[in-house]
Structure formats: C-alpha cells, structure tokens
T-cell receptor, first 112, second 114 residues
C-alpha cells in the first residue's frame, strides 16, 4: 500500500521559532494535500490544505510549501506559540483514488 | 466542536467480545469515514460510506464491519476482539463522496481490550 512519509516524528521548538514538518508522497492522480492538527484528547481538525495550482499557500502563521516534481510538501509554522503544541498529520490521495492516506504524525512541543 | 458526535467516549471490554461504536455525522454530510489510531501510529483508514452505500475500503479486518443507516448515522462493529484492537477509533464526515473534501472528525472512542 502506498505511504505518506512524514518527518520528523517529534519536534521541540522555542516560542517564536519556526516549526517545519515535511511529507513525501507517492504517485497520486488527485492534487489535494491537507494538514490536520490534533490536540490531546480531541479528534484531528483541518488546519490548512493546498490544491497545487500554486506552490505555496499561507494562512496566518501557517504556510504549506509544495514541490510537485519532488512529490514533497511541508508545513511551516512561523512565530511558533505554546498553543501550537499538538500532533500534526499530513495527508495525500492514494494512487488514482481520492482516498486520503495520512502520515504517521509529528508531535510538536513549543516551549516558552 | 466539529459537529460530529461519537459514542461512547470510552469502552473497556475483554478479548473475544463484540462492541459497537456509533457515529452521527455533521448535519447534511452524506459521507462517513472510520479511522483507527493506535499508540504512536497515524490514522489508519478503515472504511467509507456515502449515503448508505460502502464507497471505499481500507485495511479493515474481516472481524470489523460497518454500516450507514438511512438517517446517515453509522456504526462500526468490532468482533472477536484482540488486545491489539485497543486504539482510538475516529469517525469523520464530509459533504460529498469525494475523499478530497474536508473531513470533520469526531472526538473519538477509546477502546481498551483487556
């Protein structure tokens, strides 16, 4: 089964720093790459998504960068805050289906 | 609050038993997805229903089954439970049958098999 490879598994960042999480996917026929944010004890929630007619999408402090030729996309969190401490999942469509495959998650901890 | 509800929140049972998890999608959403999240694991897609019909299947075990009822709520049935089935089970819903539509997740059911 196709996979979405996400790294790092965990990330510790100081308040105000930049958090960067990377994902690599395999061939897909659908261009839709979301990031989900999950706080402890809660279900994941859509944070930001990109449909790559553009190579970058920014929403506030969160930016997705997309490299179609490399089959990679990343999440950048600028000015990271303790409230951003959560687990982040990337996802990509599998093969020629629109079924999303999720990465294994990155646990982000932002310290004051 | 995503608008997706799941019951029960917690479930403790023994090996060999059978349990049913319930999900009510957001109002108006026709698609329901089920995911399993084990410790230190990502979200493993189990199955999707759209308007009562099975639409996509992931790595769902034969011991597991699901259905979506006419009122669009869904149930995931887990039988002959094993210790390894202990996990968080999430339900998500979306407005369309397409997997690239935003999925709204419920709060999950934590299943513990002893």
């Amino acid at each position: 089964q196709q996979q979405v490879k996400q790294s790092p598994q965990s990330l510790i960042v100081q308040k105000g720093g930049i958090s960067i999480i990377n994902c690599a996917y395999e061939n897909t026929a659908f261009d839709y790459f979301p990031w989900y944010q999950q706080f402890p004890g809660k279900g994941p929630a859509l944070l930001i998504a990109i449909r790559p007619d553009v190579s970058e999408k920014k929403e506030g402090r969160f930016t997705i960068s997309f490299n179609k030729s490399a089959k990679q996309f990343s999440l950048h969190i600028m000015d990271s805050q303790p409230g951003d401490s959560a687990t982040y999942f990337c996802a990509a469509p599998q093969g020629n289906t629109d079924k999303l495959i999720f990465g294994t998650g990155t646990r982000l901890q932002v310290f004051p | 609050d995503s608008g997706v509800t799941q019951t029960p929140k917690h479930l403790i049972t023994a090996t060999g038993q059978r349990v049913t998890l319930r999900c009510s999608p957001r109002s108006g959403d026709l698609s329901v997805y089920w995911y399993q999240q084990s410790l230190d694991q990502g979200l493993q897609f189990l199955i999707q229903y759209y308007n009562g019909e099975e639409r996509a299947k992931g790595n769902i075990l034969e011991r597991f089954s699901a259905q979506q009822f006419p009122d669009l709520h869904s149930e995931l049935n887990l039988s002959s439970l094993e210790l390894g089935d202990s996990a968080l089970y999430f339900c998500a819903s979306s407005g369309s049958q397409g997997g690239t539509d935003t999925q709204y997740f419920g709060p999950g059911t934590r299943l513990t098999v002893l």
